[in-house]
């Protein structure tokens, strides 16, 4: 049988599961909150065109307001000034959007500490209880932070010193980066960089180290609890918006059953 029937059977036969990592868009999706004199995003919205009426007497449609990076997105280089000139959500090889996926869990830690960081010798140690990092794969890191997603505020978890959300260290965003055989990284938070990582030196580790290796990322992913350690193939597809630095994305993932 050929090698694309065989996944369709299993698939049929529930052998080999879908698992929705997806956030869903609607106008309660968290979207991160810039300090002034930043600019800021739009939440989401729905704007009407018709809905079976004299507009368009057989048809519902709408139009819809929203930023590149809101609910579950897609990070692309040139996201980044560390990335500029690099390649825009429109030019990321097709070979990155599916792709062996492994799963990092930190929930308990994060759980303890809001502003949990991932360090290298984490990496290290799952790699000597799982196996290597997958050459061309995805990392991604759970927390379960995405059991907040439901409120802005509880989501942002910010206080008057910033945002407290996990994240990753300076050291392994450049680990990540220049030594890790990864095509990039996916969170459940509002971005790849930890709530306090303004703060960091330098900021935004994640976002700077990743993008400017053109590698990239995945935020505000959902039931990361439900994939195995490794073994997963993630499917993301983000809109191929020319001269986008990232797009919302439906993101699934394949899960064998053993």
């Known amino acids: 049988m050929p090698v694309l029937d065989q996944l369709i059977a299993a698939i049929r036969s529930s052998t080999v599961t879908i698992v929705d990592l997806t956030a869903r868009l609607e106008a309660t999706t968290p979207v991160i909150q810039l300090p002034e004199p930043f600019a800021n995003t739009v939440s989401f919205s729905l704007q009407e065109i018709s809905r079976y009426d004299d507009r368009g007497p057989a048809w519902y449609w709408n139009n819809i307001s929203t930023g590149e990076h809101t609910g579950t997105h897609f990070d692309a280089p040139v996201h980044w000034i560390t990335g500029a000139g690099r390649e825009d959500v429109a030019s990321v090889p097709l070979n990155c959007m599916i792709a062996p996926a492994v799963v990092l869990d930190f929930?308990?830690?994060a759980a303890a500490n809001n502003d949990f960081l991932l360090e290298v010798g984490h990496i290290k140690q799952w790699e000597a209880d799982h196996g290597p990092?997958?050459?061309?794969?995805?990392?991604?890191?759970?927390?379960?932070?995405?059991?907040?997603?439901?409120?802005?505020?509880?989501?942002?978890?910010?206080?008057?010193?910033?945002?407290?959300?996990?994240?990753?260290?300076?050291?392994?965003?450049?680990?990540?980066?220049?030594?890790?055989?990864?095509?990039?990284?996916?969170?459940?938070?509002?971005?790849?960089?930890?709530?306090?990582?303004?703060?960091?030196?330098?900021?935004?580790?994640?976002?700077?180290?990743?993008?400017?290796?053109?590698?990239?990322?995945?935020?505000?992913?959902?039931?990361?609890?439900?994939?195995?350690?490794?073994g997963a193939v993630l499917i993301a597809g983000p809109l191929p918006i020319t001269g986008g630095s990232g797009s919302p994305a439906r993101v699934l993932a394949l899960v064998e059953k053993t």
């Open 107 to 109: 929930s308990k830690e």
């Open 133 to 230: 990092l997958p050459d061309g794969g995805w990392l991604l890191y759970r927390t379960g932070w995405d059991a907040r997603s439901a409120s802005q505020q509880e989501f942002l978890n910010a206080d008057e010193s910033g945002p407290h959300t996990p994240g990753v260290s300076v050291e392994c965003a450049r680990w990540l980066a220049d030594e890790a055989p990864l095509v990039g990284i996916g969170v459940e938070t509002v971005g790849t960089d930890a709530g306090a990582a303004h703060s960091f030196d330098p900021p935004f580790p994640c976002h700077s180290a990743l993008l400017g290796a053109g590698k990239f990322g995945l935020t505000q992913l959902q039931n990361l609890a439900s994939l195995p350690p490794s």
